[in-house]
């Protein structure tokens, strides 16, 4: 494919540096975002998101004039559909229909040879689930599912396997797994994302594609569960879970992960679901490794309601409205501001509503507390935070550098020098 126009549906934390990374090649890209207010602020060459060496790629992007964004789909040569998969409600049925509504909006402008990749994790079924909806929305092209290799609209899935933080250099190195609908919507795809992407492109069918990705996610689960399972297990024992781990993981076929407050995410903490929703008599262990995970952040809850407790009985004369309790980090992993499916910021919300004293949130990646918190103080710094409790739920960078605090130290990720609870 030579200097194809090429779409981008979805400017956020895998839109927008997909974007770029097409732009910084010299291509003309149109990102396409349903936000207004992202739309302007990708405009003046600015972003809305936390990510290294983005900003300097978005700003020279559309200071040079290949990248634009826009509300409305334009017709391109390539459509990528980087749309949010949530879900439908607490059953975790997956939510196709940011999937559905990037379908609708990009039929319209579709024409002979365009090809549609779809990059969101999608339970498996979601690439042909895309490609009848254009069918149904433009019946003067055909499609694979019905003309096979001699269809109009070449379609393909090929997922995101980026690490938040270091994104725009995983997006060049790392292997893509492309899964086309028909050889040539593979081929086509291929070509398409050699333009920036120098890890070795893997061509497979669009469900074995759709699977690899929430495959990855499930395995990282599985062992996070285990260490976190362990966690709780080594607390009743008095064991150092964190000693425990680096012993095991000496054996060199084992390693252990990290364990912590839970699993937040939009992959690790979703994408095992959608397995569990398509098969859920056979997916036993994954679903069970989500529970133990899902529960996790209970656990941290009553660690902290216990200190409270141990706080109040050494100093009889105050009540719960007099316990400073400060909570380190709400976004799901480190030095990043992603807050989605955060433990982290779920037990923050708990000890908003539950706790009658003062809270403290430290969070340096984020200029505002979300609703339900807003009422509660940020620090955009963890140095000098006076409280009776500290909760150390994300190892930021700048965590890790300050002093262990003093007060009772609950820290679930081990980052202040004495070991951790979690």
Not at 133 to 138: F, I
Not at 200 to 212: F, G, L, P, Q, S
Request: proline content about 6%.
């Amino acid at each position: 494919m030579t200097s194809p126009t090429i779409s981008v549906i979805g400017l956020g934390y895998i839109g927008l540096p997909t974007a770029a990374m097409f732009a910084s090649r010299k291509v003309k890209v149109i990102g396409v975002d349903v936000n207004a207010q992202t739309v302007e602020t990708i405009n003046r060459g600015e972003i809305h998101i936390v990510e290294p060496d983005l900003d300097i790629a978005v700003h020279s992007a559309v200071t040079e004039g290949f990248l634009r964004a826009t509300a409305k789909p334009e017709p391109a040569d390539a459509f990528l559909i980087a749309v949010p998969t949530p879900f439908k409600g607490d059953d975790h049925t997956p939510d196709l229909s940011y999937i559905q509504a990037a379908a609708r909006a990009i039929a319209p402008v579709l024409s002979k040879g365009n090809l549609v990749v779809l990059e969101s994790t999608s339970p498996v079924g979601a690439t042909e689930q895309l490609a009848a909806w254009l069918a149904e929305a433009r019946p003067d092209l055909t499609f694979p599912q019905a003309d096979g290799e001699n269809s109009d609209i070449r379609v393909a899935h090929c997922p995101e396997r980026v690490l938040p933080g270091k994104v725009m250099q995983e997006l060049i190195h790392n292997d893509r797994v492309i899964g086309g609908m028909t050889d040539k919507c593979s081929d086509a795809a291929v070509a398409l994302y050699k333009i920036f992407v120098d890890g070795e492109c893997v061509i497979t069918n669009a469900r074995t594609a759709e699977m690899a990705k929430l495959t990855e996610n499930s395995f990282r689960d599985v062992n996070i569960a285990f260490a976190n399972e362990l966690s709780i297990i080594c607390d009743k024992l008095e064991i150092d879970v964190w000693e425990l781990i680096r012993l095991a993981n000496r054996h060199p076929r084992v390693n252990i992960l990290q364990p912590g407050p839970g699993v937040g995410g939009h992959c690790i903490a979703v994408d095992p679901w959608f397995i569990v929703s398509k098969t859920p008599e056979e997916a036993r262990l994954i679903r069970t490794a989500r529970e133990v995970n899902d529960a996790k952040p209970k656990w941290v809850l009553q660690k902290v309601k216990e200190a409270v407790l141990d706080h109040l009985s050494v100093n009889p004369r105050q009540t719960e409205t007099d316990v400073t309790i400060a909570c380190y980090g709400l976004s799901f992993k480190p030095d990043i501001d992603d807050l989605r499916e955060s433990p982290a910021e779920s037990i923050a919300m708990e000890l908003s509503r539950s706790h009658a004293g003062r809270i403290i949130i430290a969070e340096p990646n984020i200029s505002k507390l979300p609703v339900g918190l807003e009422k509660r103080e940020l620090s955009k710094s963890s140095a000098d935070i006076r409280a009776d409790i500290h909760v150390l739920l994300v190892d930021h960078r700048e965590f890790k550098k300050s002093n262990r605090p003093h007060g009772i130290v609950l820290d679930f990720k081990a980052a202040w020098p004495s070991r951790g609870v979690a």
